[in-house]
């Protein structure tokens, strides 16, 4: 089983749809009531200690201009096996494939994890950094679902519930005069993801056997053989009937019936 190469982009998913989250706020600047300026905050992947650094604007590393700010970072801080949201490993789902209908894709139930993530917010000022910071957390009581497409090719769509666990501040306002200020929250989150293996194509079950054996097995033993098929409700064939015949036309997503035969050995 292990080997077998299959890549569903699970976490990768999970990370985008955290960020994209984020990556509208904006900023406004007011004189007396009035709008004067709207800077929308960027937005980045990447560690606090990175933007820290680029903050100063070092000439070692080729950049002589400072980052601006505000500015806005995440990145993914952890993962872990979640117990408390384990379903049957047993348990599996079913697509109809769309194209003939005379296959179905199965695929286990995902495997639970928590995926943490860091969410920070640089300013220059308390007051850029509360409007950031305002504009995020009402949304966080302390959770927010975000619905994810999964696996596009089994239509699995699940809410992943992102939850904010707590909220850290930093000011560096008693360096010295060469230091640039800066203002920093940093926010944890916690995103109740899951993982999924590998979906297999398998053909339709079209007839299904069920064996009854009564009395004892050496003594006045019986057989009952009972055969279930699909039945049709529609005139697949347009004779003007709907009969035997229609049966071979049934496909896995229409609605039918079933024929029951009953058989003696």
């Given amino acids: ?3 077998t190469q299959f890549y569903n982009e699970a976490v990768r998913k999970t990370v985008i749809s955290f960020g994209t989250l984020f990556n509208n706020i904006e900023l406004k600047k007011t004189v007396d009531g009035q709008v004067l300026e709207t800077e929308k905050v960027p937005l980045a992947y990447g560690p606090k200690q990175k933007f820290l650094y680029r903050l100063q604007g070092n000439p070692t590393d080729g950049r002589k ?45 995902p495997v639970p994890y928590n995926i943490g993530f860091e969410l920070g917010v640089i300013a220059k000022s308390q007051d850029d950094g509360l409007q950031i910071l305002e504009q995020i957390l009402p949304f966080f009581q302390p959770s927010l ?7 596009p090719d089994m239509d699995e769509i699940r809410d992943v519930s992102i939850v904010l666990n707590n909220i850290n ?16 929250y940093t926010l944890s989150f916690t ?10 194509k398998a053909d339709v079950i079209r007839k299904s056997r069920v064996i009854e054996t009564i009395g004892d097995l050496n003594v006045n033993k019986r057989h009952v053989e009972l055969n279930y098929t699909p039945k049709a409700t529609v005139d697949y064939n347009q004779d003007g009937q709907v009969d035997a015949a229609d049966d071979a036309f049934v496909t896995a997503d229409d609605d039918f019936g079933f024929n029951e035969g009953v058989e003696f050995l």
């Fill in 65 to 109: 201009v400072a980052i601006t700010l505000p500015r806005l970072y995440f990145e993914m801080s952890s993962i872990e096996y979640d117990g408390s949201r384990k379903t049957t490993a047993l348990q599996k789902y079913r697509t109809v494939i769309d194209d003939n209908g005379t296959e179905v894709k199965t695929q286990y139930v």
């Fill in 191 to 200: 995103a109740k993801s899951y993982i999924y293996g590998p979906y297999t």
């Fill in 1 to 3: 089983m292990l080997g």
């Fill in 145 to 151: 679902n975000v619905s994810i497409k999964f696996i």
């Fill in 169 to 184: 501040f930093e000011d560096d306002w008693e360096d010295d005069f060469t230091t640039r200020r800066s203002i920093t």
